[in-house]
């Protein structure tokens, strides 16, 4: 280490200001705390004081991402071998094949996802002179999670430019943006391209290409969503005839955005945000507990097929999804304890509300979005009933006092 | 009075015509006018059109208004306004269901609502009741660019980049479409314009910051 120690310090002072490329320090510096923990010392005020600075806390969500992402591509090749295999064209494959299939599908998302963020990021830092922050480390890996794998490489680009510019840099930067970055980029593409965002032909490599390029026409990619709101007789949804069954859906063998369709991948995850004390568990707990609610009063009404899908809401769908990584994040989310509790329980009902009554499969992402803008608001009421609260108690003490 | 003397078109007037065009912009700086700037900017013709509309019904309403500031009785003032606006939109409304047809069916409700455009009424009160028939002409003019201006700036970006056309015309070539682009639909919708305005207030407070408010 003390080779690179060394380099760093050699080229520090070119940086610093009145070296020859002060303009670039942003970068000089980011490269550096990646390697480093940085030596920067609070000089005044009070601070909480930690020896994980936020690069470390990045890695630990960008790790719980890790189970999604290699199920995602796994989950890629499976359904193209699948229908390979349905249609006659293979007999077997292997699981490599499948994953590496993924893999292949997956990475040009994940270098655009990055090169387009950290791109802007760079150009914003160097314009306004302020270190680059490390917020896009995690965005730069939800995006290709929350994506349909044939979406054109193009339209990822100018919706993360969007997103960062729009969602996160004209407010300040990671840290100061009222919604989450990742879940803007895939709303731009939902409303800006919607062809691409839903229907039966997205969530299944190449299916798009149809004829002679890919394979052939007639092939079932529909989500399970997709299936119910359109009214799909059979009590539950199929692929090639087979029905998925609940273990499919809680493990990920169903169609879907590359990261979301396993639960159980998700679920590791989410114990590693939990243990590591990065995410909040009232969200994610009263979440659950707002989606259960709405789904099993849903069941009893069961008036079609969405209704009836019941508890199984909760495994398909990007909702597991969403409120792991998205509803929990610490800087959109609601700040104060209760606050958590009402906010993450209002994204577990209102999605399954949305999802059923609407037949709206986007859902969750546009209840987190909305919720992201509400989390002041719940902060706010919570912390006057507080005051309120703590007002009386010591107003009826002094009543005590004086009528003793 | 010293006004006789002043020129036609003084240093005083010409800030009338120019100020609201940047520094003092309807829509970007008092945030007036901002329903119409989001419903008939999708494309450029209907934004050109009310842009037109807006500045006939605000220069004619301002000279009618500034002629009678000094017998309307400020009780019902706001009445008298309400019936010259009411008015002059009629006007503009007939002539564009006369001689544009397919644009007045595109405004739709719009041009009637040129009435309650915070614009209209915010020069009256404020410029038209206290000024010259003159300056209160240039003012309306001002203000209508101004209004005018940003309509087209956001129908131009709305047009090109939600139906790859201008005017109608297809401005984006075939070969674009078939190497795999495609209209952002989003462009199409209300939210867009709003967020397109947002950047327009961003681009004009990065160059002229004077306009950035200090707390």
């Not at chain 1, 490269?31 to 936020?54: C, M």
């Not at chain 1, 987190?368 to 107003?395: C, G, M, W």
């Not at chain 2, 240093?11 to 309807?26: A, F, I, M, S, T």
Request: hydrophobic share 55%; proline share 4%; charged share 15%.
């Amino acid at each position: 280490m003390k080779f690179l120690r060394d380099a760093f310090d050699g080229y520090k002072p070119d940086f610093m200001p009145g070296g020859k490329l002060e303009k670039w320090y942003p970068v000089f510096e980011t490269i550096e705390t990646f390697f480093f923990t940085p030596d920067h010392v609070t000089t005044s005020g009070s601070h909480i004081r930690d020896g994980v600075d936020i690069k470390r806390l990045m890695t630990v969500v960008v790790l719980a991402l890790m189970p999604a992402l290699f199920f995602g591509m796994y989950n890629i090749g499976y359904f193209h071998f699948e229908e390979l295999v349905a249609l006659g064209q293979q007999d077997s494959y292997t699981f490599m094949e499948a994953f590496l299939f993924g893999l292949g599908k997956l990475l040009p998302i994940i270098i655009v996802s990055y090169g387009v963020g950290i791109g802007v990021e760079f150009i914003f830092a160097m314009f306004y002179g302020h270190g680059i922050h490390e917020g896009y480390f995690v965005t730069g890996m939800l995006i290709p999670l929350i994506v349909p794998v044939d979406l054109p490489l193009w339209m990822l680009a100018v919706a993360i430019v969007f997103g960062v510019v729009i969602g996160k840099e004209i407010f300040g930067g990671t840290g100061m943006n009222i919604l989450n970055p990742a879940l803007l980029v895939r709303a731009f593409l939902f409303f800006a391209y919607p062809t691409f965002m839903s229907g039966d032909k997205v969530w299944v490599a190449d299916a798009l290409k149809t004829g002679t390029e890919g394979l052939p026409d007639g092939m079932s990619g529909a989500t399970i969503l997709g299936q119910l709101g359109t009214g799909a007789e059979a009590a539950f949804p199929t692929i090639n005839g087979a029905a998925y069954s609940v273990m499919d859906m809680f493990i990920g063998f169903i169609p879907g955005s590359v990261g979301e369709t396993s639960t159980l991948a998700i679920l590791i995850g989410a114990v590693m945000l939990l243990l590591s004390g990065v995410a909040s568990w009232r969200i994610m707990l009263s979440g659950v507990i707002g989606a259960a609610i709405m789904s099993f009063l849903f069941k009893i009404w069961g008036a079609n097929e969405l209704m009836l899908f019941g508890c199984k809401h909760l495994l398909i769908g990007g909702f597991a999804f969403g409120l792991v990584f998205m509803a929990t994040d610490p800087v959109s989310a609601a700040q104060t304890n209760t606050g958590k509790w009402i906010y993450g329980f209002l994204i577990g009902f209102l999605s399954i509300l949305l999802r059923v009554l609407n037949g709206f499969p986007e859902a969750v992402m546009l209840v987190i979005l909305l919720l992201n803008v509400f989390a002041p608001t719940i902060d706010h009421y919570v912390v006057q009933a507080s005051v309120k609260r703590r007002n009386k108690r010591i107003e009826d003490k002094i009543k005590k006092a004086l009528s003793v | 009075m010293s006004e006789e003397k002043e020129g036609l078109f003084s240093k005083k007037n010409r800030q009338l015509l120019v100020n609201p065009l940047d520094d003092n912009n309807p829509i970007t700086v008092q945030v007036l006018g901002i329903c119409s700037a989001l419903a008939i900017t999708v494309k450029l013709e209907p934004a050109i059109v009310m842009s037109l509309s807006v500045l006939f019904v605000l220069s004619a309403g301002n000279v009618i208004i500034s002629l009678m500031r000094n017998i309307i009785p400020s009780r019902i003032r706001i009445i008298v306004q309400l019936v010259v606006v009411a008015s002059l939109v009629i006007l503009v409304d007939q002539v564009l269901k006369a001689y544009l047809f397919d644009v007045s069916k595109q405004l739709s409700v719009f041009v009637g609502l040129i009435i309650t455009n915070c614009i209209v009424m915010g020069r009256f009160e404020a410029f038209a009741l206290g000024n010259t028939p003159w300056k209160s002409f240039l003012d309306g003019i001002g203000n209508s660019a101004g209004y005018g201006l940003v309509l087209v700036i956001v129908a131009f970006f709305r047009e090109l980049l939600g139906s790859g056309a201008l005017f109608g015309q297809q401005i984006i070539p075939d070969s674009f479409y078939e190497a795999g682009y495609m209209n952002n639909g989003m462009m199409l919708l209300p939210p867009m314009a709003l967020i397109v305005v947002g950047i327009v207030i961003w681009v004009q407070r990065a160059r002229n910051t004077n306009l950035v408010e200090t707390n």
